[in-house]
């Protein structure tokens, strides 16, 4: 007779490990009560370390934001997402062995594009030969939807013809920029985003003149004899791509020789090298963004940047913006298809309306490319914040820098 109630307590001491082990088999439970079907990987190879890791860093964040809060809702087809991520330094060997222990190893259902556009010319072919969608929100070589193309790519950042043409649309209707000195980091992103800044500057402007160009490696460390030489040439105005440390890098050097008071200088820039630099940064230097985050009048980016800020304690850069909607494209799409098979998710990505944090926009059909905007404008201090922002942030469409359909097609692989 005593040992019947022994046994049940016995028992009822068990009943949470007997559950636990339950829970392992057929599905898993958040703290907030949802229960998982079980947990799937993305992947993400970013550089972490080096001259750009910075941008890798902020992209990361703002993925696993994303993660964090579709998990919340339920996840993705009934499973809850962990992000699994690796260090590529900027190298496109160490991005392609990265995307190929992702995918082979640790069975990622989706891969999430790299800071530098040549570890995602690199990794994009491994994506096609093992049906994994592809999705980049920060390397943008145009390469990647034109000579490069493949059917499981999409890409929410503009591309380096769309941001080159952004900037040259702005330099080259003014009357006062007619020599111009180029300098970009020698690689497939500073070289066609180079390009096509150049073929629209001579659209616009036939008489204007490219008088210098440079092309440091990216990371250099040593920018005193580019920048005499620019100074030597007195160009009316440079053109730049230059980014990340290897901008921070060229501005801090530059100062001493009074460089941004002697020439006038148009870079890419970042809300991380703004926050890096803070108040060392120029003013009245003439910038071009992708996704500055005091720009962007939208509820879901101002709600963003609030949740952002008080997580990492910094605020948003292009980077985690871009990285955050990357993220949501893909699982929105993965949650309509009911499936994480390649063909069906990219079948509800291509052709159709994104809600994003910067507006809505579309991925086209022919080449997988969002048709997402670009904002230029100049720096000026603002008391809001303790670095310079945009003055006046002028917003580039991103449907008016497209490479036409007829353009992408005479660039696309034909098999």
């Known amino acids: 007779m005593n040992r019947l109630p022994t046994l049940s307590k016995k028992c009822l001491a068990l009943l949470p490990a007997l559950l636990l082990v339950a829970s392992a088999c ?28 910075s941008y890798g860093q902020a992209g990361l964040n703002g993925m696993q934001m994303a993660i964090d809060d579709v998990n919340n809702k339920g ?84 591309n380096t013809y ?27 992103f500073g ?25 440091p490696p990216l990371g250099a460390t040593a920018y005193a004899p580019y920048i005499n030489k620019i100074l030597a040439a007195k160009p009316d105005i ?22 941004f008071n002697k020439v006038s200088f148009s870079t890419l820039t970042s ?12 003013t009245n230097l003439l910038g071009y963004a992708r996704a500055p985050f005091y720009a962007i009048d939208t509820p879901e980016n101002k709600d963003f940047v609030q949740r952002y800020q008080a997580r990492f304690l910094k ?11 990357a993220y949501n494209l893909w699982a929105n799409a993965a949650n ?11 079948a509800k990505i291509v052709g159709q309306p994104f809600k994003s944090l910067r507006g809505t926009f579309t991925i086209r059909a022919i080449d997988h490319q969002a048709d997402v905007p670009e904002w230029v404008g100049v720096t000026a201090t603002n008391p809001l914040y303790p670095f310079p922002t945009f003055a006046t942030a002028t917003l580039v469409p991103g449907a008016s820098l497209l490479m036409s359909e007829a353009d992408v097609k005479k660039l696309q692989p034909t098999s």
């Not at 941001?163 to 497939?188: C, H, W």
């Not at 070289?191 to 092309?215: M, V």
């Not at 605020?315 to 909607?325: H, K, L, Q, T, V």
């Not at 499936?339 to 990219?346: G, P, Q, S, T, Y």
Request: proline share 4%; net charge negative; glycine share 10%.
């Open 75 to 158: 996840g993705v087809n009934g499973y809850k997402i962990e992000l699994d991520q690796a260090d590529d330094a900027a190298v496109a060997s160490r991005g392609t062995d990265n995307a190929k222990r992702l995918i082979l190893e640790d069975k990622v259902v989706a891969l999430f594009g790299a800071v530098s556009s040549g570890v995602c010319l690199a990794e994009s072919p491994i994506a096609k030969q093992n049906s994994i969608p592809f999705i980049t929100f920060t390397c943008n070589d145009f390469n990647l939807t034109t000579t490069k193309f493949q059917p499981y790519i999409a890409s929410v950042v503009p």
């Open 271 to 282: 809300t991380d090298d703004l926050q890096t630099l803070g108040t060392s940064f120029p």
């Open 191 to 215: 070289h066609t985003e180079a390009d096509a800044f150049k073929a629209r500057l001579k659209e616009i402007n036939p008489s204007a003149k490219i008088i210098g160009e440079d092309y």
């Open 336 to 346: 309509k298809a009911g499936d994480f098979a390649a063909d069906k998710v990219m």
């Open 26 to 53: 057929g599905g898993t439970t958040t703290g907030g009560g949802t229960t998982f079907k079980g947990t799937k990987k993305v992947g993400l190879s970013t550089s972490l370390t080096g001259s750009v890791a």
């Open 238 to 259: 440079v053109y730049s791509n230059i980014y990340s440390g290897d901008l921070v890098t060229f501005v801090t050097q530059a100062k001493p020789f009074d460089f």
């Open 315 to 325: 605020f948003p850069s292009e980077w985690a913006i871009m990285g955050y909607d």
């Open 162 to 188: 769309m941001e080159g043409r952004a900037i040259a649309e702005y330099l080259g209707k003014q009357s006062k920029y007619q020599t111009y000195y180029v300098i970009a980091p020698d690689y497939s």
